[in-house]
């Protein structure tokens, strides 16, 4: 089936700086990826949604200048978290469709 | 709009004991409706999903989950579980106009004992 690999796994940044993180669809294209984010004991809620070639489709709430989303090629969507900041600390998961999922993002701003 | 409420947070069982998780939704739309598990720090897997169809739907480690529509429910059982069935549980529904946009609920952790 559908694979999607995601990295880096986890990632401790200090405030102020930015982090990338990049999914890959290793063996299928991907015009569209979905970005959740689930914090500590908490559930999972769509932040964007990706598209390949045009801008990201936000969900209401969340900032567009920070969580930047972009989608250059059928493989691969990235999220950069810009200017991080502690309460940005989160486990962060991309998907192509309900049953194809990255294995996540642990990040962690200091 | 579309939610998704998992009443217990938390259910603890002994091994080799049945289990039922609850799920029940909302929605002003049809949905198709899945279970996901998540073992720590890691991503999901889909465990089990109704699109249409029997409203009995079963995953390959023996869990099942029956869709009613009159309650909105979607619950969640396994009849015998294991130690490794221990993890968080979630349901998530997809409006069935939506292109795969999920919604989910909190989650359940299952703990299951010796």
């Known amino acids: 089936g559908a694979v999607v690999s995601q990295h880096p796994s986890w990632v401790i940044c200090k405030s102020g700086t930015s982090v990338k993180i990049e999914c890959r669809s290793l063996d299928f294209q991907a015009t569209t990826m979905f970005w959740y984010r689930q914090f500590p004991k908490q559930s999972l809620m769509l932040m964007a949604t990706?598209?390949?070639?045009?801008?990201?489709?936000?969900e209401q709430g969340v900032e567009k200048d920070k969580f930047l989303i972009n989608h250059a090629s059928l493989t691969l969507s990235t999220l950069t978290v810009t200017s991080a900041h502690p309460e940005d600390s989160s486990f962060y998961i991309c998907?192509?469709?309900?049953?194809?999922f990255g294995s996540g993002t642990r990040l962690t701003v200091v | 709009a579309q939610s998704v409420t998992q009443l217990d947070s938390q259910v603890p069982v002994f091994e080799e004991a049945p289990v039922e998780l609850r799920c029940n939704y909302s929605s002003s739309v049809s949905v198709y409706l899945f279970w996901y598990v998540q073992y720590p720090n890691q991503g999901l897997q889909l465990l089990l999903k109704?699109?249409?169809?029997?409203?009995l739907v079963e995953s390959i480690n023996g869990f099942e989950a029956e869709f009613n529509k009159s309650q909105t429910s979607f619950h969640l059982r396994k009849p015998s579980v294991h130690i490794s069935d221990t993890a968080e549980y979630f349901c998530a529904v997809c409006p069935m106009d939506s292109s795969y946009k999920l919604i989910f609920g909190s989650g359940t952790r299952l703990l299951v004992r010796p």
């Open positions: 998907s192509y469709t309900v049953d194809t």
């Open positions: 990706s598209n390949e070639g045009s801008k990201a489709t936000y």
């Open positions: 109704y699109l249409s169809g029997s409203t």
